[in-house]
């Protein structure tokens, strides 16, 4: 999946890499002191003089998802409602999978689960892992996207992801349940090595590119993962799906000519609402992606509009 | 609670305000083009010179949180998920309340319920609505926090907040099971009549200062809700919680000397850990609040630091 960095602050042009609507933005560290360091200030400790640069601080988003306690409990959260509906599931087979028939839109129904080995089916990136190394790196060194780092990170970057908080235990106890965990990740075909050493070296088993592991190369539809997911479909009952954005449920809630505004609507609808939680597990993931689009006009709405009495809106 | 406002790239003081470790740090826009811009001008159409200064974005969060179908999905799995919660628990009185009780630590136990009438317990910022109108506001005029201005919000917001997705079904199906909706949250006892305004306009019902809404300023406290809370676990017998920061769960976990990792490793092992998804409900939201905190040292483990080739680490 190619990713867009945005350089907080700066006016420069982003750099674009064939970016398609699951792109992503991701955003360099801020320069303005750390709450921590202004906490400091405020007892009056010693601080560096204003001119002199701060050191970076992490984005808001790292910060809430991989440093507090709540974006771990958050995720932890989701993890457990996964595991507690799969095993469910499994006690009771499905007639139907939860992936969409290859068809028009989402109202042509569900692939049949026949008598096919039951699966759950993961994205890989900021769902199974977080990518700690290499989103800290771009951080810290404020770098947007380059796809030949990113690139080396799926080659090089094992050991250095961590499995989400609530993974290890959960794909633990769905395979004890005779569940097959599957990857269907937007990582590349080229580096599946490196990706599956890194899914090993987070404590999350071995997949098998071709069998449990499915990448972007795998087929002609790029990032486009609907295609994978038939292939898929066709072999395994998937009783459950996870992901962090959209596409890794369906590509029809990222075409292209979707508002903000739009995508949520029809992902939030009939036939699919009923679907997240129950089926369809979202993971929070506030620092790239698809989601992370939008002018303020796309993402609030007109009738909330409001100024202080001082200010005229 | 006070709001610590980050001038995103900025290295301007931050205005403090009496901060506390409940403060949290709020992006400001970020003068960067917007993905759809970058689009736009990936596709050649007609793009500002680019000299002149782009109209600002929002920051990722909000963008993800507000804007986006993921930012909706995960709140709204969160809701039903306490949903559930919630009426299962009332059809199967518990003995316990999921209120912690008056105590040393965590390890206190929990107030009990006895015969008490049945309540779910909601903090109201991001988690019952979203303050739309403000967060707006402040970020499209890259504004830092001003108490004054937010007290005006609390005075005048009523109808520029939303309820949050899956609240307001949330709300009505609790209620049409005999559970009092109980609010606890730090907007201010002296704002009640704009809080309790705002709550309705949002389509969450009614709610009665002292004695379903419960402000900073009812005590001592502050913005502490520990002795709020066990006001409200002597009337009632609380079946769960929801919150989008650990304060509003227990002050235990915001006690100024803990580090991100350490307030991180006490609020996700027993415990307390077996009560998240299941008792409490912790929403998400990477905008704001005590989870908004640390270095790239802090929130990333020693053992993720990775560098590609080129460059040392």
């Given at each position: 999946m190619h990713r867009l960095f945005r350089k907080t602050g700066a006016l420069s042009a982003l750099a674009l890499t064939?970016?398609?609507?699951?792109g992503c933005v991701l955003q360099a560290a801020s320069a303005v002191p750390s709450i921590m360091q202004a906490a400091a200030a405020a007892r009056g400790t010693r601080q560096p003089a204003p001119d002199l640069p701060l050191p970076p601080s992490p984005p808001a988003g790292q910060q809430w998802l991989y440093g507090s306690a709540e974006g771990t409990i958050a995720t932890r959260q989701t993890y457990d409602a996964l595991t507690r509906f799969a095993l469910a599931r499994a006690a009771d087979r499905p007639a139907q999978s939860v992936v969409l028939s290859?068809?028009?839109?989402?109202?042509a129904g569900f692939m049949p689960c026949d008598d096919k080995p039951l699966a759950v089916l993961f994205d890989a990136d900021?769902?199974?892992?977080?990518?700690l190394g290499a989103m800290r790196w771009f951080a810290e060194n404020d770098r947007e996207f380059d796809p030949a780092i990113w690139s080396e990170w799926e080659r090089t970057g094992a050991g250095k992801s961590a499995a989400m908080p609530g993974a290890v235990e959960a794909l633990q106890k769905l395979r004890a349940a005779g569940i097959t965990i599957v990857a269907n990740t937007n990582r590349r075909a080229d580096t599946a090595a490196g990706t599956v050493a890194t899914l090993r070296a987070a404590g999350l088993g071995d997949f098998e590119h071709g069998r449990t592991l499915f990448l972007s190369?795998?087929?002609?539809?790029g990032s486009k993962k609907d295609g994978r997911r038939a292939t898929i479909a066709a072999q395994y009952c998937v009783i459950a799906m996870a992901g962090d954005q959209l596409g890794d449920f369906s590509d029809v809630f990222n075409?292209?000519?979707?508002s903000p505004r739009e995508r949520k609507l029809i992902a939030t609808?009939?036939?699919?609402?009923?679907?997240?939680?129950?089926g369809w597990f979202l993971f929070a993931n506030p620092?790239?992606?698809?989601?992370?689009r939008g002018t303020f006009d796309d993402i609030y709405p007109a009738e909330s509009r409001w100024a202080p009495d001082a200010d005229a809106p």
């Open positions: 064939g970016m398609t609507l699951s290859d068809g028009p839109g989402i109202d900021e769902t199974l892992i977080w990518n190369g795998d087929d002609d539809g075409a292209p000519s979707l609808r009939p036939p699919v609402d009923q679907l997240w939680g129950a620092l790239y992606g698809p989601s992370i």
